[in-house]
């Protein structure tokens, strides 16, 4: 399992990473405080308070080609 942070603060961000994630083999949540839904279902994301800092976690402990792919995609919304 790999975590990683990651803020969401506009729509076009938010369509990107569902459209990124959907073929993605893994299963992949985002968890905001005790709320955990699908990273790949754009109404689940849309449910999240999205002025926090959400935490998205990919179930496969090698995922370094994927997470080097989603910060040339969103480099300005994942956390180092």
């Known amino acids: 399992m ?3 942070k990651i803020r969401l603060q506009q729509t076009d961000q938010v369509k990107k990473l569902v459209d990124f994630l959907t073929p993605c083999p893994y299963e992949v949540n ?3 405080g005790r709320y955990t839904i699908d990273a790949k279902s754009l109404l689940g994301i849309y449910s ?3 002025s926090n800092l959400l935490t998205l976690v990919i179930y496969s402990d090698d ?18």
Do not use: F, N, W
């Open 48 to 50: 999240l308070d999205l």
């Open 2 to 4: 790999t975590e990683v």
């Open 30 to 32: 985002l968890v905001s």
């Open 63 to 80: 995922c370094d080609g994927l997470l080097r792919q989603l910060r040339a995609l969103l480099p300005d919304c994942l956390i180092p």
